[in-house]
C-alpha cells in the first residue's frame, strides 16, 4: 500500500509532524516532505506497518493539510479470499463462474503489479 502526495498543502510543518510519527528524524520527515509530488511506499522507509495503521496514517496526512491518494495494491488477504471462491466454483462445478474469477483474478493482479 502507498500514498500518493500530490501537494503538502499550507501547513507544511504539520505535515513533517505527521510524518515523523513514523518513527522519522526531522531532517529525514522534511526531507520527504520536500521530495512530494510523488509516491510514498510506507514499507519502504523500514517499516513493518498493517494495512489499518497505513490507512490512519494517511487519514493524519490528510487532517494534516496534505493533498494525497491512498493506493491500494492487491494484497495477500485479497489472494486468498479469491482462491477460496474459486476452490469453491472447482468444487460445484461452475467452470463459468470459475472462468470469470480467473479473468478478475488476472486483471487485479496486473493492476497490483502496475502499482508498485
Not at 510524518?19 to 531532517?27: F, P, V
Not at 493524519?60 to 491512498?70: I, Q, R, T, V
Amino acid at each position: 500500500m502507498k500514498i500518493q502526495v500530490n501537494n503538502v498543502g499550507l501547513y507544511k510543518i504539520q505535515v513533517i509532524k505527521t510524518i515523523r510519527l513514523l518513527g522519522l528524524g526531522l531532517k529525514e520527515a522534511k526531507e520527504l516532505a520536500d521530495s512530494f509530488p510523488g509516491v510514498v511506499d510506507v514499507n519502504a522507509l523500514a517499516l513493518t506497518l498493517t494495512t489499518k495503521e497505513i490507512q490512519n496514517f494517511f487519514n493524519e496526512l490528510k487532517s494534516a493539510g496534505a493533498d494525497c491518494e491512498l493506493i491500494v495494491g492487491f494484497t495477500e488477504d485479497i489472494m486468498e479470499d479469491i482462491k477460496a471462491v474459486m476452490h469453491k466454483c472447482v468444487d460445484a462445478n461452475e467452470f463459468g463462474v470459475f472462468g470469470e474469477l480467473v479473468g478478475a483474478f488476472k486483471l487485479a493482479l496486473k493492476n497490483s503489479e502496475e502499482n508498485k
